[in-house]
């Protein structure tokens, strides 16, 4: 049983670029996140999936872009990268409401120069 | 809006000594606590959390967190430190206007707990 499984593990971007961040999950969880840890700042939530083909915007969505086509798949897509989108991503699952708690990928850093 | 406060950037103990890592919330109706670990360079992993009942939680690793509703705190404390424990620890909060528990979980800051030998 994998879990949460992120891809990749590091990444280097140059202003302007795009690319898209995966998360996969076997729990066949309904509820997926994606967050962004900034020292001292703790976890902000970018976006969320309540199910396949239903998303929302978290605190801090601008710059980014979701889809959730399948249960299990969950990417993060960066349009045009800014040194500010430098962080540690996360992707999370949970099997519900929040009494279940999350269960969290490995993270990707992503570094924008 | 609901909110978790993790009042200590850094937490310093002697390995054997008792640790206390401080949490308070802020709710408006009943709250849905938790706990989570993030050893270097790898995810939060969840420690234990609080629903109802027993305000005493009991955890992973001999980690414990008490609910104090009257102080609107979720201390985790933990009886003897280990050099191990050292890693960053998250509080966070579930809660809905209704009283049940949304699907987001809001974290705190992080506190680093520093175990020295």
Known sequence: ???????PKFR?????????????????HNYMY???QD???GLKLI????GAGITDKGEVPNGYNVSRSTTEDFPLRLELAAPSQTSVYFCAS??????????FGSGTRLTVV | AQSVAQPEDQVNVAEGNPLTVKCTYSVSGNPYLFWYVQYPNRGLQFLLKYITGDNLVKGSYGFEAEFNKSQTSFHLKKPSALVSD????????????????????????????AVQP
């Open chain 1, 47 to 50: 976006y969320y999936s309540v």
């Open chain 1, 12 to 28: 280097i971007l140059k202003i302007g670029q795009s690319m898209t961040l995966q998360c996969a999950q076997d729990m066949n």
């Open chain 1, 34 to 36: 994606w967050y962004r």
């Open chain 1, 94 to 103: 949970s099997r519900g409401t929040g009494i279940y708690g999350y269960t």
């Open chain 2, 86 to 113: 050292s890693a960053l620890y998250f509080c966070a909060v579930s809660q809905s206007p209704y009283g049940g528990a949304t699907n987001k979980l809001i974290f705190g800051t992080g506190t680093l707990l």
């Open chain 1, 39 to 41: 020292p001292g700042m």
């Open chain 1, 1 to 7: 049983n994998a879990g949460v499984t992120q891809t």
